[in-house]
């Protein structure tokens, strides 16, 4: 495996595509007792039209999130979950937007918990009944959602944000997408997206790099497969559909997010430097140590629930921001009024090397958590883009960057705001 020195970080990485076309990471960590391995598919939710073998399909929504529960099933009735408690692992798995991911933890017996990971996810074993069961535990997680301020308000956003783009719909899908889905249409989805050519295995931890690749070759084998190619044509104006949406429900006071529409940032290295840009621009505009923030804290217009940033998906991005609030549009009012001054009267040098330094160091940081540095590795894998390197993107950052992001991002006609009142104040 061809090894990647990072010496500002004091990491190294191992990479190497084997023949099957599947990518394998190992980042070391000697004298770790915990390791952690994600095994990974560049599919989720949002990729449900697609072409395989010179054919084209659509799949229902939420296939991606079914498919993830069904895989945990397993042919004589073995219980993946319990298999991995026996070796002293634990095992999980999530379906985001743009990628699953099926994940363990273990502190012994590395390679048997690898070699189970491998199998159960590669292993398609679908009934006409596990999958019709399934389908009454999904609906009851879609219900929950349903009732759900945090699940409600982001749905209700993502609709009012995007009138094309997959996002606008749930990641579980809906009670009515879901009862489309058969166990051929997993098998299908499994065969297209499933294949090494579209995966990545991660691992972090005190392993041998060269075994956790061998692993992979005899449990995966050597032989490519054909792939799905994503059909991915989504385009979006940069004004939402709707600039504001509102419902009621049990809450204690009123929640909103909003959002700016921004241009998707595309893949590679200029992608992650638009996204650190955004990342910073947020900071500048309303983090923590932010005049805004204080101000509008001092107002008592937001409380220690109101945070944000920058969000980006393949065919989308946008600048959030989210909270309690007894007036949600005063808020969103401000953040307007605070970009504007700030591009007028710009970012001094002291202030935008702090924010730097400190958005740096909150990465580094982050580096001390296994769990956390598994997931970016894989997920700017998809981006075309080698995570360890995000020390030189934000060091040839300039402030100049952060000021044309505010100046052509966060303007009224690019904003949507999606509020939860009080069931009593809608009653009133």
Same mark, same amino acid.
């Given at each position: 495996?061809?090894?990647?020195?990072?010496?500002?970080?004091?990491?190294?990485?191992?990479?190497?595509?084997?023949?099957?076309?599947?990518?394998?990471?190992?980042?070391?960590?000697?004298?770790?007792?915990?390791?952690?391995?994600?095994?990974?598919?560049?599919?989720?939710?949002?990729?449900?039209?697609?072409?395989?073998?010179?054919?084209?399909?659509?799949?229902?929504?939420?296939?991606?999130?079914?498919?993830?529960?069904?895989?945990?099933?397993?042919?004589?009735?073995?219980?993946?979950?319990?298999?991995?408690?026996?070796?002293?692992?634990?095992?999980?798995?999530?379906?985001?937007?743009?990628?699953?991911?099926?994940?363990?933890?273990?502190?012994?017996?590395?390679?048997?918990?690898?070699?189970?990971?491998?199998?159960?996810?590669?292993?398609?074993?679908?009934?006409?009944?596990?999958?019709?069961?399934?389908?009454?535990?999904?609906?009851?997680?879609?219900?929950?959602?349903?009732?759900?301020?945090?699940?409600?308000?982001?749905?209700?956003?993502?609709?009012?944000?995007?009138?094309?783009?997959?996002?606008?719909?749930?990641?579980?899908?809906?009670?009515?997408?879901?009862?489309?889905?058969?166990?051929?249409?997993?098998?299908?989805?499994?065969?297209?997206?499933?294949?090494?050519?579209?995966?990545?295995?991660?691992?972090?931890?005190?392993?041998?790099?060269?075994?956790?690749?061998?692993?992979?070759?005899?449990?995966?084998?050597?032989?490519?497969?054909?792939?799905?190619?994503?059909?991915?044509?989504?385009?979006?104006?940069?004004?939402?559909?709707?600039?504001?949406?509102?419902?009621?429900?049990?809450?204690?006071?009123?929640?909103?997010?909003?959002?700016?529409?921004?241009?998707?940032?595309?893949?590679? +290295?200029?992608?992650? @430097?638009? %996204?650190?840009? !955004?990342?910073?621009?947020?900071?500048? #505009?309303?983090? &923590?140590? $932010?005049?805004?923030?204080?101000?509008?804290?001092?107002?008592?217009?937001?409380?220690?629930?109101?945070?944000?940033?920058?969000?980006?998906?393949?065919?989308?991005?946008?600048?959030?921001?989210?909270?309690?609030?007894?007036?949600?549009?005063?808020?969103?009012?401000?953040?307007?009024?605070?970009?504007?001054?700030?591009?007028?009267?710009?970012?001094?040098?002291?202030?935008?090397?702090?924010?730097?330094?400190?958005?740096?160091?909150?990465?580094?940081?982050?580096?001390?958590?296994?769990?956390?540095?598994?997931?970016?590795?894989?997920?700017?894998?998809?981006?075309?883009?080698?995570?360890?390197?995000?020390?030189?993107?934000?060091?040839?950052?300039?402030?100049?960057?952060?000021?044309?992001?505010? +100046?052509?991002?966060? @303007?009224? %006609?690019?904003? !949507?705001?999606?509020?939860?009142?009080? #069931?009593?104040? &809608?009653? $009133?």
């Amino acid at each position: 495996m061809t090894q990647f020195d990072y010496p500002e970080l004091d990491e190294k990485l191992y990479r190497e595509v084997l023949p099957n076309g599947l990518t394998v990471a190992v980042v070391p960590r000697r004298g770790f007792a915990r390791s952690i391995a994600y095994f990974v598919t560049n599919f989720g939710s949002i990729h449900t039209d697609f072409r395989l073998e010179g054919e084209e399909y659509r799949a229902p929504a939420g296939v991606a999130h079914y498919l993830e529960h069904k895989l945990f099933d397993l042919p004589g009735g073995r219980d993946v979950t319990a298999e991995f408690a026996a070796l002293g692992a634990t095992v999980n798995a999530f379906t985001s937007y743009d990628m699953t991911a099926y994940y363990f933890t273990c502190t012994q017996e590395f390679d048997q918990c690898l070699r189970l990971l491998l199998e159960f996810v590669s292993t398609p074993y679908f009934t006409s009944e596990s999958v019709e069961r399934e389908r009454g535990i999904i609906d009851q997680e879609i219900g929950m959602n349903l009732d759900a301020p945090d699940s409600v308000i982001f749905d209700s956003l993502m609709a009012a944000m995007y009138e094309n783009h997959p996002i606008r719909i749930p990641i579980l899908g809906t009670r009515d997408s879901i009862r489309e889905i058969t166990p051929e249409t997993l098998e299908l989805c499994h065969r297209a997206f499933y294949t090494p050519g579209n995966m990545l295995l991660c691992v972090i931890g005190d392993v041998d790099p060269e075994a956790v690749k061998q692993a992979a070759l005899e449990v995966l084998g050597a032989e490519k497969r054909p792939m799905g190619a994503k059909q991915n044509h989504w385009p979006e104006e940069m004004t939402p559909v709707l600039p504001q949406t509102a419902c009621a429900m049990e809450v204690a006071m009123p929640t909103f997010s909003l959002a700016f529409k921004c241009e998707p940032v595309g893949m590679g +290295s200029q992608a992650i @430097r638009q %996204e650190m840009v !955004a990342d910073l621009a947020a900071e500048v #505009l309303f983090g &923590e140590s $932010s005049a805004l923030y204080l101000s509008l804290y001092e107002q008592g217009l937001i409380d220690s629930s109101f945070g944000g940033g920058f969000e980006t998906l393949e065919g989308c991005a946008m600048l959030c921001a989210s909270g309690d609030s007894d007036d949600p549009y005063a808020v969103r009012d401000a953040i307007l009024r605070q970009a504007e001054q700030l591009v007028e009267t710009g970012i001094g040098q002291e202030e935008f090397l702090r924010l730097k330094r400190s958005a740096l160091g909150r990465r580094i940081r982050g580096l001390d958590s296994l769990d956390g540095t598994c997931f970016r590795v894989c997920a700017y894998h998809f981006s075309e883009f080698d995570y360890f390197r995000f020390p030189e993107i934000y060091r040839d950052i300039q402030k100049e960057e952060i000021l044309c992001f505010l +100046s052509r991002v966060v @303007r009224r %006609e690019r904003c !949507a705001i999606s509020v939860i009142k009080p #069931l009593e104040e &809608e009653e $009133s």
